[in-house]
Structure formats: structure tokens, C-alpha cells
């Protein structure tokens, strides 16, 4: 009888979960050739091929899919036997892990997370932020406890994981006082022309502002793109151009940075999602977050 090796096991988990040996030799902190070598052997070993090459991808097999199974509850066991041995008082400095992308409000961050903080056993909280696609591959073997992010896992990728919607709000144009002067009263046509600050490519909600500008049939002045929603709301600050935010951060956006309401967009949504590898949001910190995002719409 072939005794199992958890080792193979855990090789194989990991590349299930992320679709390449690339990635998983990152997270493992192993050369690929090392993991494909211990595959082989663990394939040979059970005696069934447990991937299929889709693309560059690669995909479990039906055999592969029924180990898959297996391995997500004896590596979720394990996690509950760390969890069990566990003091209080050691339980309460376990790091609560969340994968922020570097494309999202940070205000709006704050105020989702920082309940997080407050329930009976808050843990240490860490945030990282990374693209998503970084994200949730460290979300796939357990890296990350949570993602937060403007859009549901996308269908390219093959990490397993469930998307919970938290909140959405439509979006506001906000500009320093003397541009809003310009650009309130026939608003949105008074945007045609009017410098601005448009989010960047991995901003879920950009195609859909840019549809919304050409059903309007105004054609703002592009000065510059942001990826960091902070940066771009302090070059409005200075002046550069009219900016988009969630109407939900209206009232932060107009004290923190000086900016006042041109107008709102309510045909454009910005939309939270919670991403976990579990389907329920079991975890104190988690149900925080989530009956925080219910009082933000």
C-alpha cells in the first residue's frame, strides 16, 4: 500500500489552487523544477495523472479533482488544530491578514476594516497591498485571510474563491471651488472639455465612467491617470482637474481634500466585494467588516 506524502500533497494543493508551478514555487519559496520533479513522483506514486495542460494554465484532472477535495479538508483540519492548541492570550496576537489592491480608496478601506479592531478577540491586523491577481494567489494557500476589492474574483483566474458584495455606491465629481464654479451649472455637459484626473486600468469602475462620458457625449480633458485614488485626489486638491469618487466618501472628500460636489453620476457604480476561500464569513473580524459595509450602502 502506497503511504501518503503530505509534503507531495501540499506541492500539489498549492499548484491546484494557483494554476501554474511558477506561481507556486513563489509562494512555496521552491525552484519550479523542484516542484514539477515532486509531482512526477507523487503522480507516479498514486499512479493517475492529476493535471491537464489548458493553455498556460494548468488543471486538475478527474482524479486530481477528488485528491483536490481531500487535501482542502485535511489542510483546513490542520488549520483548526493550530487554532485549538492555542492560548487566549496567544490567540489574540494571531495576525488577521488582509490583501488590499493599491488601486482602491483608502478612506473607503478605513472605514470597512477598522471595526476589525474592535471585536472580542481583534488579533493583529495586517493589510498588504499588491495587484489583485498577487493578491489572490495569496489568498489561494492561505497567505491572506481576506481580499478586498472593486470587483469579484475575475473568470480568468483559477483560484478558488467566493465573492461577497459588501457595498456599492454610485459615483460623485468633486473639483476645488473655482473649477466647480465652471463645470455645476449644466452639469454634465460642462464637462466637455473640463480638465481631469481619470482612475487608472485596474480601477473596476473606469470602462464604465468612460461609456457613461460617451452616452453623455462629452469629452473631458484627460491631464492625467491615477492608480493611487489618494494621489489622484491631491493633484484635485491642487487644482488639476475634477476627479470621480464613491457619493458613499462624499462628505470625507469634500473636508479632507477641499473639494465641493459638481455633480453625481448615478448611472456608474463603484462596488466592495469581500473575497475569502471559504463561503461563509465565519471569522468575528469578518462579520464586523460586513455589518460595517451595511451601514455604507
Known amino acids: 500500500m502506497t503511504e501518503l506524502n ?48 489548458a493553455r498556460r494554465r494548468l488543471v486538475v484532472t478527474e482524479a486530481g479533482e477528488r485528491i483536490l477535495g481531500h487535501a482542502e479538508e485535511i489542510f483546513a483540519l490542520g488549520d483548526q488544530i493550530v487554532d485549538v492548541v492555542r492560548d487566549d492570550s496567544l490567540r489574540r496576537s494571531l495576525p488577521f491578514r488582509i490583501g488590499i489592491p493599491d488601486s482602491m480608496p483608502k478612506s473607503v478601506i478605513y472605514h470597512l476594516i477598522e471595526p476589525a479592531l474592535h471585536v472580542e ?24 485571510d481576506l481580499v478586498i476589492a472593486d470587483r469579484a474574483v475575475p473568470p480568468e ?30 452639469f454634465p455637459a460642462t464637462l466637455d472639455g473640463a480638465p481631469f484626473l481619470l482612475p487608472g486600468e485596474d480601477v473596476a469602475h473606469r470602462g464604465a465612467l468612460l461609456q457613461w462620458f460617451e452616452r453623455e457625449r462629452v469629452q473631458p480633458s484627460v491631464v492625467a491617470e491615477f492608480d493611487d485614488s489618494a494621489l489622484m485626489k491631491s493633484f484635485a486638491q491642487g487644482g488639476a482637474g475634477a476627479i470621480v469618487a464613491p457619493t458613499s466618501i462624499a ?32 471569522h468575528p473580524a469578518m462579520q464586523a467588516i460586513r455589518d460595517r459595509a451595511g451601514t455604507l450602502g
Open 6 to 53: 503530505y509534503k507531495h500533497l501540499r506541492y500539489f494543493w498549492t499548484v491546484a489552487r494557483v494554476g501554474t508551478i511558477a506561481e507556486a514555487g513563489r509562494l512555496l519559496n521552491l525552484a519550479p523544477h523542484s516542484i514539477s520533479t515532486q509531482l512526477a513522483t507523487f503522480e507516479a506514486a498514486l499512479g493517475v495523472s492529476l493535471f491537464r495542460r
Open 157 to 186: 483566474v483559477s483560484v478558488r474563491g467566493y465573492s461577497t458584495l459588501l457595498s456599492e455606491s454610485t459615483l460623485t465629481v468633486f473639483a476645488t471651488p473655482a473649477l466647480s464654479a465652471q463645470l455645476v451649472e449644466g
Open 121 to 144: 478577540r481583534p488579533g493583529r491586523l495586517v493589510c498588504r497591498e499588491a495587484p489583485l491577481a498577487e493578491l489572490l494567489a495569496e489568498l489561494a494557500v492561505h497567505r491572506l
Open 251 to 282: 462628505d470625507y472628500v469634500c473636508r479632507q481634500y477641499g473639494l465641493v460636489v459638481i455633480g453625481e453620476i448615478d448611472a456608474v457604480v463603484s462596488r466592495v466585494y469581500a473575497i475569502t476561500t471559504e463561503r461563509r464569513l465565519s
